[in-house]
T-cell receptor, first 111, second 113 residues
């Protein structure tokens, strides 16, 4: 069993829909949770960064962490075709260089 | 401000040939990472530098992979000899101690025939 599980998709939704992306993990020591967005043939870029449990909102993006269930989510409201990318979750116990990555979910937003 | 610069973007070689990748991190970023990303997977850390010191190379296949970061700035990752299974995207990233956020380059896509 991998430390971080993420459905690879692809997930295809119509423009304007609310998107929910998720990761589960097994290591209860994880405290830092990140979502990266990766466009085709580009490197990942940090989208959201959350410490411990709770919610964090940034524009159309909301990150949620439920440590009791070992489950994290990324919600995208009013999805746009430009949101089409692969979304990677990453997490660590104490410092960013020890990031454990999910496999990424490919998201397709249809105009 | 320039981002992380990597070269070459694409490289096709035959197995058993050597290959080298170069990375120039963001100015002032003391931490540099080399990752390998296979298709449909997340990045896998190969090596992490703090300035010129390799502080985590536990995942680097040392029989064929080597890396260096001279003067704590640019870095080179070398594979010799390359194997078919080395086909992947090699990503370089850099960060500062203050924020810890990783900034990635566009990657070097290696195909070994």
């Amino acid at each position: 069993q991998k430390e971080v599980e993420q459905d690879p998709g692809p997930l295809s939704v119509p423009e304007g829909a609310i998107v929910s992306l998720n990761c589960t993990y097994s290591n209860s020591a994880f405290q830092y949770f990140m979502w990266y967005r990766q466009y085709s043939r580009k490197g990942p870029e940090l989208l959201m960064y959350t410490y411990s449990s709770g919610n964090k909102e940034d524009g159309r993006f909301t990150a949620q962490v439920d440590k009791s269930s070992k489950y994290i989510s990324l919600f995208i409201r009013d999805s746009q075709p430009s949101d089409s990318a692969t979304y990677l979750c990453a997490m660590s116990g104490g410092s960013n260089y020890q990031l454990i990555w999910g496999a990424g979910t490919k998201l397709i937003i249809k105009p | 401000e320039a981002g992380v610069v990597q070269s070459p973007r694409y490289k096709i070689i035959e197995k058993k040939q050597p290959v080298a990748f170069w990375c120039n991190p963001i100015s002032g970023h003391n931490t540099l990472y080399w990752y390998r990303q296979n298709l449909g997977q997340g990045p896998e850390l190969l090596i992490r530098y703090e300035n010129e010191e390799a502080v985590d190379d536990s995942q680097l296949p040392k029989d064929r992979f080597s890396a260096e970061r001279l003067k704590g700035v640019d870095s080179t990752l070398k594979i010799q000899p390359a194997e078919l299974g080395d086909s992947a995207v090699y990503l370089c990233a850099s960060s500062t101690r203050q924020t810890g956020e990783l900034f990635f380059g566009e990657g070097s896509r290696l195909t070994v025939l």
